[in-house]
């Protein structure tokens, strides 16, 4: 059996040695202007949405009908939130993101839709007040944390979970700053955070005390009162901490 030299270079080949040069200088430049491209969408959510404070970002499905409990659920509690002073930002599409931004639109405050170009979604709701549309998830998911002042999640699918646990994952590393994140149907929500509490917090996957980073709460006036009771003493503006800390999103 030959041995090897753990102090030897590896062979890592590039582009250029496993397809044609001019192949090879198609896909740097294709994959240059995506870059481009993600950029400017940071570039034109940051002047849409710089100066929408406070604001929370409510989650859901896309596939709840109008009418539901769930969809009308969410009508009421974005009515209230903009009403008492808050934007909502939601993704901009059918079911709960449209409740989300229908509720926000029929009250005081702004209703934002951060759209997604998908192949087999419908185009963005009529109830947004600032509308912007993303094709790309990335620079999308960043404005969702960077410019909430909390997180409301609905019963939603895949979605909604990578939203909830990205954001929980931002304030448990403390790269983001720690905001309300609030689960909305305990009949819905109980089931999964039994899971955590006995399989990740459990197993030691998860601190203790992390999971105290959600609420669950089923009515919307309540949801409204338990964002306030949390900024009562800091305020909603982010401290300069707070924006340091945001750079690195």
């Not at 294709?30 to 993600?38: D, M």
């Not at 951060?114 to 790309?136: A, D, K, M, T």
């Not at 895949?158 to 646990?165: A, K, S």
């Not at 105290?212 to 306030?228: G, T």
Request: proline share 5%; no cysteine; net charge negative.
């Amino acid at each position: 059996m030959s041995s090897t030299n753990p102090d030897a270079p590896k062979y890592v080949p590039q582009l250029r040695s496993i397809t044609s040069p001019e192949r090879s200088t198609s896909l740097k430049a294709r994959e240059s202007w995506h870059v481009l491209g993600i950029v400017a969408e940071f570039v034109e959510a940051t002047e849409k949405l710089a100066d929408i404070r406070p604001a929370v970002s409510i989650f859901g499905s896309a596939r709840t009908k109008p009418g539901t409990e769930w969809y009308e659920t969410t009508v009421n509690l974005a009515r209230l939130l903009s009403d008492a002073g808050f934007a909502v930002l939601s993704g901009g599409g059918p079911g709960i993101m449209e409740a989300a931004n229908k509720g926000a639109f029929e009250g005081k405050s702004a209703s934002v839709g951060l759209n997604i170009q998908l192949p087999f979604e419908s185009s963005g709701n009529e109830y947004q007040n600032v509308s912007i549309s993303f094709r790309h998830f990335f620079p999308r998911k960043v404005a969702f944390a960077k410019y909430a002042s909390a997180f409301v999640a609905m019963p939603g699918g895949f979605g909604t979970l990578d939203e909830l646990t990205e954001v929980l994952t931002l304030i448990q590393t403390k790269m983001g700053r720690k905001i309300p994140v609030i689960l909305v149907g305990s009949a819905f929500w109980s089931g999964l955070i039994q899971w955590m509490r006995d399989q990740l917090e459990g197993n030691g996957l998860i601190s203790a005390g992390d999971l105290d980073l959600i609420q669950i709460i089923d009515e919307p006036q309540k949801v409204v009162d338990a964002i306030f009771d949390f900024y009562e003493s800091r305020g909603f503006s982010p401290t300069q901490a707070d924006r340091e800390r945001m750079l690195y999103l």
